[in-house]
């Protein structure tokens, strides 16, 4: 710019000049003195223009660029609030987003909590509708059992009406009498012989299975009922004839260790001779 202005000042000086130079050159002395202080005249005014300019100019381009300058600052300051805030903004959304993670995985745990809770409350409640339907069966259970103890017959009757049912083999009716004293009366004493009489009719039937069941109850829970020792003996029969010839065995020895000298540890003695194997317990 500065350029800019001062190049048509330096022409108009030469043009000036070299017009002062031709003039010397044609014109007589006394006219170029005059002329001569005329041109140093507006040379000089040219000049202190040229100055005036140049001071002008300058004081522009300090205001100019103190204004730049200032704006400068400005901008610094604006960029550095600029990234501050950018950077406050960050923090605050790192920070948030801390805090937003932070409570989902509160909300998740409690979630979690609470759906435990659930399962832990529907299978208590299950556990209490189980409880309830079993109490209320077995009420119903024990009502019914009650009524039809109130209508069976006493113990003694029902247990003869059995006895004499299975010496006339009536062994439908005795089976079904017998198991109905057991239902009844399943602690009185004639109990264990019931278990005893069902069993030998399920032996005659070859149901030796169900027979050795029935008479491991006599043994097991009568064992000083007046049936025992036969319970044993007919038990080691009944296995041998399931096949089980080494528990039949092992079951008539120890009828013979427990009931010695009973009619039962004879026959025990003549099984275990038929089946080649000693009376001793322990030994084959």
């Known amino acids: ?14 043009v000036l000049t070299l017009l002062a130079t031709l003039s010397m050159n044609t014109s007589p002395a ?4 005059k002329d001569m202080v005329q041109l140093q005249t507006q ?5 202190d223009q ?37 950077e406050t903004l960050q923090k605050q959304q790192t920070s948030n987003g801390t805090q937003v993670e932070q409570i989902s995985g509160q909300l998740q745990s409690l979630n979690d909590s609470l759906d435990e809770l659930k399962a832990r409350v529907n299978k208590v409640s299950q556990q209490l509708t189980d409880m309830q339907s079993a109490q209320q069966s077995t009420a ?10 109130a209508a069976a017959p006493p113990p003694d009757v029902l247990y003869q009406n059995a006895l004499r049912d299975f010496n006339s083999a009536k062994t439908d ?14 602690n009185t004493d004639l109990a264990g012989n019931a278990y005893f009489y069902l069993a030998e009719i399920q032996y005659k039937q070859a149901n030796y299975t169900e027979a050795v069941k029935n ?20 038990k080691g029969y009944a296995q041998v004839e399931l096949g089980q010839k080494n528990d039949g065995i092992a079951t008539l020895k120890h009828l ?6 009973s009619n039962e540890a004879v026959q025990a003695r003549d099984r275990l001779r038929k089946l080649g194997a000693t009376s001793a317990a322990g030994e084959d």
């Open 30 to 33: 006394w006219s170029a003195n």
């Open 43 to 47: 040379v000089q005014a040219l000049q």
């Open 140 to 149: 119903a259970n024990q009502a019914a059992q009650a009524a039809a103890l």
């Open 256 to 261: 013979i260790q427990r009931y010695p000298r």
């Open 215 to 234: 008479y491991d109850q006599v043994v097991q829970n009568f064992p000083s009922a007046n049936k025992a020792a036969s319970a044993l003996l007919k």
């Open 50 to 86: 040229m100055s005036r300019m140049q001071q002008s100019f300058d004081e522009r381009m300090g205001v100019m660029k103190n204004l730049m300058d200032q704006n400068t600052d400005n901008i610094n300051k604006v960029t550095a609030s600029i990234a501050a805030m950018q």
């Open 173 to 186: 009716l005795a089976s079904q009498e017998f198991s109905d004293y057991i239902k009844f009366y399943p």
């Open 1 to 14: 710019m500065k350029l800019q202005r001062l190049t048509p000042v330096l022409t108009l000086l030469a």
